[in-house]
Structures are given as C-alpha cells and as structure tokens.
C-alpha cells in the first residue's frame, strides 16, 4: 500500500511567490513525518522533521493528522530553492518516502 | 563536518555480475540503511543493519542481495547475480539513534548509481 504520496512530480513558481509543495500518508499508527531535500548533485538531507516543530529557510510543515497529510510551506520562495524534496514516513522500524518533487524556482 | 561517503559514484556493470557497493557511515554510529531509487520512482527501503545483523528487510532484499561490514568502517551491499532491473541509486545511511527517535536524524551518502548492461 502505498504510505506516502506527493502528487506533484513537478511543480515550478516564480521567485518570491508562495510554495506548498503536498504530502499525504497512509498509517494506523502514530506518524512521524519528515522532509528531505536533495540539490543538484548533492545527497538527500533533512530539511525538518513535524515533531520539532521548527522552520528551516523559512520551510514549515504542520501535521494535519484530520487529513493525513504533511504540506510543506514556504510563504517567498527563493532560487536556492530549486531542489527534489521528498516527504518521509516513520513507522517506528522503517522509512517510507514519496516520489518526491522536484522544485524549481524562476527568478 | 562528518559524512556519509559511497564508493563508486557510478558502476557499470553486465547482467549476471557480480557488484559490491560500498559505504563507509559516520563513524560513531550504529545504525545503517541501504536504500534504492530507480530513475523517475520513490527512493525504496532495501535493508537496515545494527550489531552485526540485518534487523529489517524489505521484499525487494532477496537472496541475491547481502550486507556486510567486514572491518568496522565499511558497510557494503553486495549483489551477487545482477538483472536490468536492479539499475538504480543507491543509498546508504547511517544514524546514532533508531531513526525516528526524537531529535535524531539520519544521514545519506550521496549515493551509487548501478547501470546494468
């Protein structure tokens, strides 16, 4: 089944614009959500976890546990921006991850 | 900074090969994960390894596939017999901590990619 979606494969916006890039999961359990973000050439790195609650350049993500779901937000993207981001899924043993999006950011 | 290295950066291999991908993880931890990404698909979980023993696999980590760390660095993902379709990235990780503890985190190589001719 699959745990984790990103429906987006791509998705681009101008600079300064607002950028969510969507994440559902599929879990019975007590989710632990994460965002990883790989840059051109480089390796997939964690950009923030729900469970800290913190904003990483300027990213945010609230777990709406209603709608299953792990958005990520960011209210002015910027060109530095332009990466795959991935949503992850922790079930205690195991991590799913989505198929990602790839972002790019127009200046 | 420490990181996570993977070697080669990029294999090439014939169909019936042997492989062995290599990682050498963070130096203090304990945990270690191999994932794949085949071109254009989710990065998929492959193995997780703790103690000296596989403690988790999925479906896709079948008899042709083995984990090793033969000398307290490295940790290699060995692929005895490979077909077409184990083209891919692969990843590996490693973590303090079970991933998904609070305040852990896991850290990636940059990873392998197998081309299967």
């Known amino acids: 089944a699959q745990r984790v979606t990103q429906p987006e494969k791509l998705l681009s916006v101008f600079k300064g614009a607002p950028v969510e890039l969507k994440c559902n999961y599929s879990?019975?359990?007590?989710?632990?959500l994460f965002w990883y973000v790989q840059y051109s050439r480089q390796r997939l790195q964690l950009l923030l976890r729900?469970?800290s609650r913190e904003s990483i350049k300027g990213f945010t993500a609230d777990l709406n546990k209603g709608e299953t779901s792990f958005h990520l937000k960011k209210p002015f993207a910027q060109e530095e921006d332009s990466a795959m981001y991935y949503c992850?899924?922790?079930?205690?043993?195991?991590?799913?991850f989505g198929t990602g999006t790839s972002l790019t950011v127009i200046p | 900074e420490p990181e996570v290295t993977q070697t080669p950066s990029h294999q090439v291999t014939q169909m019936g090969q042997e492989v062995i991908l290599r990682c050498v993880p963070i130096?203090?931890?304990?945990?270690f994960y191999w994932y794949r990404q085949i071109l254009g698909q989710k990065v998929e979980f492959l193995v997780s390894?703790?103690?000296?023993?596989?403690?988790?696999k999925s479906e896709i980590f079948d008899d042709q596939f083995s984990v090793e760390r033969p000398d307290g660095s490295n940790f290699t993902l060995k692929i005895r017999s490979t077909k077409l379709e184990d083209s891919a990235m692969y990843f590996c990780?490693?973590?303090?901590?079970?991933?998904?503890?609070?305040?852990?985190?896991?850290?990636f190589g940059q990873g392998t990619r197998l081309t299967v001719v």
């Open positions: 990780a490693s973590s303090d901590l079970i991933w998904g503890q609070q305040n852990t985190e896991a850290f």
């Open positions: 879990y019975s359990g007590s989710p632990e």
């Open positions: 729900h469970i």
């Open positions: 992850a899924l922790n079930t205690g043993n195991q991590f799913y």
């Open positions: 130096s203090n931890h304990l945990y």
């Open positions: 390894f703790y103690n000296n023993e596989i403690s988790e």
